[in-house]
């Protein structure tokens, strides 16, 4: 028989390359998502799986929802990938972003301790849980320090999920998941932003990009490459908490610049700031501009992770390269739009 997988969040990005890993595993996945009359499986689709995911209601705010679901799928594993995941809408929306992201972790938890402890529990933690960390790189040892109710809320999870293995006995597992990218990824990223915004200009339809903190920087990797450390965590000898990251850090400048270049610009840099600039070398066109409105209130120290644990315990190392993730992703925009 085989096994069952209840995977939240399995519209977005994660949940989409998650559910295909699973499928090729032979698990029978069923997808949890908030109802809606007009809900997107445009990430399902994209990977032609979106008949092969059972979709079911579930909201991560009402515990009778989360009780029902689980009474009625009886899943082997349980992979809480959903969330109100834009850090900087936090800040807006921080009540939200706790009852989701924190309190929803919780209900979860509560419900798999009532109906099935047997069950095996995945959490999406976060690297914006280091926020100002006092070290770098972060590895599981490294003091956690959100600057964001996003990250505050994630801790609260996170906390959580290590109580229930601990003193409740679950195999409940944290992935402490620093940021990875992919064609599937929201277009409210800063990745997806920049990659979309050169793929724009490039067939003619965009004037240019505005970003905020050009010397921000962040520790990228492949989301199928995670995912697959995410079903491994699970099938460990004893559950635990992990780092994954590639342990390269890079700036939105770098990011800016390998994007540019997939989509056939060269860029130079001109003026400091809020006042900084890049022009298209070959034309002298401005197509990158600062904006404050972008900048976030609290930036955090450089943030790049140690997986040496994840690579030490679990077999887990990430495949793909910084340049081949832009790369990818340039190249995937395009082919978007001219279709």
């Known amino acids: 028989m085989a096994r069952r997988a209840l995977i939240t969040g399995v519209t977005g ?10 499928l090729e595993k032979g698990y029978d996945v069923v997808g949890g998502s908030r109802a809606s009359p007009a809900r997107d499986l445009w990430r399902l689709k994209a990977l032609g799986i979106d008949r092969d995911v059972r979709i079911v209601d579930l909201e991560l705010l009402d515990s009778r929802s989360i009780v029902s679901v689980i009474e009625r799928e009886r899943p082997d594993e349980i992979y809480n ?4 995941s834009v ?56 003091p956690f320090r959100p600057r964001s109710p996003y990250g505050a809320a994630k801790l609260y999870a996170h906390w959580m999920t290590v109580n229930a293995r601990n003193a409740g006995g ?29 793929a724009r200009i490039a067939v003619g339809r965009g004037d240019g990009i505005e970003l905020g903190n050009l010397d921000a920087t ?19 000898k004893r559950p635990d908490d992990y780092v994954l990251a590639t342990g390269q850090s890079h700036s939105v400048r770098s990011f800016c610049k390998a994007a540019a270049q997939a989509a056939g610009f060269d860029l130079t840099w001109h ?39 994840a690579r030490r315990e679990l077999g887990w190392q990430p495949r793909m390269s910084f340049e081949d993730l832009v790369r990818t992703m340039v190249e995937e925009d395009l082919r978007r739009l001219r279709r």
Not at 13 to 22: F, M, N, P, T, V
Not at 106 to 130: H, K, V
Request: with cysteine.
């Open 13 to 22: 990005q994660d949940g989409a390359y998650l559910s295909r890993l699973l």
């Open 271 to 309: 003026g400091s700031g809020t006042d900084e600039v890049a022009v298209d070398a070959k034309t002298g066109r401005v197509v990158v501009r600062v904006n404050e409105k972008f900048y976030r209130p609290n930036e955090p120290i450089p943030l790049v992770g140690d997986p040496t644990k």
């Open 81 to 84: 990938l959903a969330a109100q």
């Open 218 to 236: 962040r520790d990228w990797g492949s989301a199928p490459d995670y995912v697959e450390a995410m079903w491994r965590m699970l099938h460990a």
């Open 87 to 142: 850090v900087s809408s936090s800040f807006h929306l921080p009540v939200l972003t706790g009852d989701a992201d924190a309190l929803g972790v919780a209900r979860i938890l509560e419900a798999i301790t009532g109906i099935d402890p047997s069950i095996r529990f995945y959490q999406a933690s976060s690297s914006e849980m280091f926020g100002d960390a006092p070290a770098a790189p972060q590895s599981e040892g490294t």
């Open 170 to 198: 679950l195999f409940a597992c944290s992935g402490i998941v620093f940021n990875h990218e992919s064609p599937l990824r929201g277009l409210e990223f800063v990745t997806r932003k920049i990659t979309h915004g050169f």
